[in-house]
């Protein structure tokens, strides 16, 4: 993992102050740091200015370190390529030769061998430009799920971008005004709605796309292609899909360890980090040790589901408690870091997690992330699965298992009424919980949210539900802000769900496979018999990674309340303040508004 920023244009290189790029990057790659600028390329006055900051991963030698060159081409590279063994192996066979064991090697002359079809002969994580001095063009890229970040902005005479929206302001050194319409869209409708397209909270800075390449000539024309997109084809029914999907599984986290620094896992009490965890110590017979985060509210605390991991596996495990309800400082840092409002508290508690595991010096961390949106993992999936079931004519059927385990546990409204989408397979309304209702929350009641939109992938409800919550709702939000906090210490974020295979894989399945006898994940369940414990195999409990607002941030701190609730804080320039008090001075905060205040806190922080 590692930081990547750079221009092409009309600005002379002359004019950036490169120290404050590269220290900006500095976190995502502490191990090296490097620039290189091509003056007046072929006589017409266009400069390029490339940079990058190396976390050293794989061959930890100098020789990897980069702007790589090769054959008249220059690479930044962020990522891992998680198949570039196979890769250069298949290279070797064709003549080609290597001068050292990394993948960035590999992924310069693989473009080099493919041009841009490379691109499908990739698996992994990346974000990187390529400058082809050849073709006299730059191109940029991102992997397919969007795990690496990478921001651009284009002024008609430049085109810049950077891993992280801090350095790309440096590098642009001018300013940027704040995009409220997003930070509306952030406070009124949640942070599913923040993936819904590609702005930033900056105006004119923009997210490239994943799945995406974008390629830049001498005369600043720009050509965007997608070179990928999920394939949901319903294939005819396999009774070994279960060996299958486990095959992926172990194959993909077989590439996935590829690695010359120790490793660790993100555990928590559910089956996805399990999983991972048993595969590398069963399966793979590979060292791994794990780290959780202990809420003492009982709502989000998994330590007995933990503890049974750790003990079945016999691996170290660390804790880390959230008891530090006034830590602003933290969120402050975390705040300024990101260049962003933090989505949801999950992401705030990630950043204790990385924190900890920063200290022990581990550069490597697995997470779960993408497992609920691929296997069915939340109460909506339920739902959804149900109206699938009414199709068929099996709605009955799962639908008294599903009133017998389910509904009790299920606290959303929405997600009680088995027969929300069978009445209204239109029904969106749960997407941006409480929205209309916020909404009123702005003190200016001129302003608008945007409206719900989602791409249709597939006919199947319940799987474009699942889709949309991967590419645009959900999973975007988790990755980009987990990235964000891994590499505030420093650390690379691997997450093994997130492989096109596996996808392709588990979407041709037929949905009734999917969720059974009030279980979802079945599929995962099913699969890990043997490998993980079945006091976690057979939880139906959802905690998720989550903890309460309230194990973070004592609203009721004096110091606290006269900070957010001062009549000054330039939050209340769009949020009633009477509406805020309500709640600073509630006893017992719902989920959703607990949500809200978090926002609340955030903006006002961004905006201080």
Not at 97 to 115: A, I, P, Q, R, W
Not at 470 to 490: G, K, Y
Request: proline letters at 3%.
């Amino acid at each position: 993992m590692c930081g990547i920023a750079g221009s092409l244009g009309y600005s002379p290189t002359t004019e950036i102050d490169y120290n404050s790029v590269l220290t900006s990057l500095a976190n995502r790659g502490p191990d090296n740091s490097s620039k290189i600028f091509l003056d007046n390329i072929e006589n017409k006055n266009i400069n390029l200015s490339l940079f990058h900051t190396r976390l050293s991963i794989i061959d930890l030698n100098s020789r990897a370190n980069q702007p790589y060159k090769s054959n008249n081409c220059i690479l930044i590279f962020n990522g891992e390529i998680y198949n570039y063994v196979e890769l250069k192996n298949h290279l070797i066979s064709k003549g080609i030769t290597f001068e050292t064991n990394s993948d960035t090697e590999v992924l310069l002359k693989s473009y080099l061998f493919f041009g841009n079809s490379f691109l499908e002969h990739l698996e992994g994580m990346w974000a990187f430009a390529i400058w082809d001095n050849n073709k006299k063009k730059l191109l940029i890229s991102r992997d397919r799920f969007g795990e690496k970040p990478l921001f651009y902005y284009f002024d008609k005479n430049n085109f810049f971008f950077a891993s992280e929206t801090n350095a790309l302001r440096k590098l642009v050194n001018k300013n940027f005004d704040i995009n409220f319409p997003k930070m509306y869209d952030y406070l009124g409708l949640g942070y599913k709605s923040l993936n819904k397209d590609f702005n930033s909270f900056y105006k004119n800075i923009f997210k490239l796309p994943n799945s995406s390449y974008l390629e830049i000539d001498l005369n600043l024309n720009k050509k965007k292609e997608i070179f990928w997109k999920p394939q949901i084809k319903t294939s005819s029914f396999n009774k070994n899909y279960q060996d299958e999907i486990k095959e992926i599984l172990i194959n993909g986290l077989k590439k996935r360890i590829r690695s010359d620094v120790p490793l660790a896992v993100s555990l928590s009490g559910g089956i996805d980090s399990t999983i991972i965890a048993s595969i590398i110590k069963k399966k793979l017979n590979c060292d791994i040790s794990s780290y959780s985060i202990i809420d003492e509210d009982e709502r989000y605390n998994e330590a007995k589901n933990i503890n049974a991991t750790v003990n079945d596996l016999e691996i170290q495990n660390k804790k880390i408690k959230i008891n530090n309800p006034n830590n602003i400082e933290k969120l402050e840092e975390l705040i300024n870091y990101h260049d962003s409002p933090i989505p949801t508290i999950s992401q705030f508690i990630h950043s204790y997690l990385c924190s900890e595991i920063k200290k022990d010096k581990i550069k490597v961390v697995f997470s779960g992330v993408g497992a609920d949106e691929v296997f069915t993992g939340y109460y909506e999936h339920f739902i959804t699965h149900l109206f699938e079931m009414h199709k068929i004519g099996k709605f009955d059927e799962y639908k008294k298992s599903w009133e017998t385990h389910i509904k009790p546990r299920a606290r959303n409204k929405f997600y009680k009424d088995e027969y929300l989408f069978v009445n209204d397979p239109g029904f969106r309304d749960h997407v941006y919980h409480n929205h209309v209702e916020f909404n009123e929350w702005f003190s200016d009641k001129n302003i608008k949210t945007s409206s719900y939109k989602e791409t249709n992938y597939t006919n199947s409800l319940m799987k474009n539900r699942m889709l949309n919550e991967l590419f645009a709702e959900i999973v975007p939000a988790m990755v980009q802000h987990e990235d964000l906090n891994a590499m505030m210490n420093s650390i690379e974020n691997r997450s093994p769900f997130l492989d096109h295979k596996l996808l392709d894989k588990v979407m041709s399945l037929p949905e009734e496979i999917f969720i059974k006898n009030g279980y979802n994940k079945i599929i995962l369940r099913d699969l890990s018999k043997n490998i993980i414990t079945d006091k976690v195999r057979n939880d139906r409990t959802k905690k998720g990674f989550n903890a309460s607002i309230s194990s973070l941030i004592n609203l009721k701190d004096k110091n606290i309340k006269e900070r957010f609730l001062d009549k000054s804080n330039q939050s209340f320039e769009i949020i009633d303040r009477n509406k805020i008090i309500k709640y600073f001075d509630s006893k017992h905060i719902q989920n959703q508004y607990s949500k809200f205040l978090f926002s609340f806190i955030n903006i006002s922080i961004f905006l201080s």
